[in-house]
C-alpha cells in the first residue's frame, strides 16, 4: 500500500484552486472540471458535489448503489474531517477484506464512480 493522494474536501473549487496556487507557488498539473485539481505534490482538491447532477440523472450508470448511499448520507463538508488519504494497492479487495477484518475502523461498502474514468473505492475511518 503506498500514499498515492491527499484529498482536501472544498466547497468552491476555484477559490480552493486559488489559495493553494497561491500558497505551493505553482500550477496544478491536473484539473478534472469542478470536482478535483491535482497539484504536483500529493495535494488535490475535491469537489463531491459536482457529482450530485448526475446523481440526479437517474439513467446515469457513473455510480453505484454504494456510493449513490454515501453520497446522501453526506452531510456536506465537515468542518473538522476535511482530509482524505487516497492509497494505491495492487489488489482492492484483498486490502478492503484484510481491513475489515482488522477491524481499526469503520470500513464502507465498496464504491464504483464512472465520471471521468472508472475506479472502485472504499473509505475506512478511524474509530
Known amino acids: 500500500m503506498k500514499l498515492s493522494t491527499i484529498y482536501v474536501i472544498v466547497r468552491d473549487i476555484e477559490k480552493s484552486t486559488d489559495f493553494y ?13 469542478e470536482r478535483w485539481v491535482q497539484f504536483s505534490n500529493f495535494i488535490a482538491l475535491y469537489n463531491k458535489n459536482y457529482d450530485k447532477k448526475f ?9 453505484n448503489e454504494a ?11 465537515p468542518e473538522n474531517n476535511i482530509v482524505i488519504f487516497n492509497f494505491e494497492v495492487e489488489n482492492l479487495f484483498f486490502e478492503y477484506k484484510r481491513l475489515k477484518e ?7 461498502d ?15 475511518i478511524c474509530n
Do not use: C, T
Open 21 to 33: 496556487r497561491k500558497l505551493l507557488q505553482e500550477e496544478p498539473i491536473y484539473h478534472n472540471d
Open 55 to 63: 446523481i440526479n440523472d437517474k439513467s446515469s450508470e457513473r455510480f
Open 67 to 77: 456510493y449513490i448511499k454515501d453520497f446522501a448520507a453526506d452531510k456536506g463538508v
Open 102 to 108: 482488522l477491524e481499526i475502523g469503520d470500513v464502507s
Open 110 to 124: 465498496l464504491m464504483y464512480v464512472n465520471v471521468h474514468m472508472p475506479y472502485w473505492y472504499f473509505n475506512i
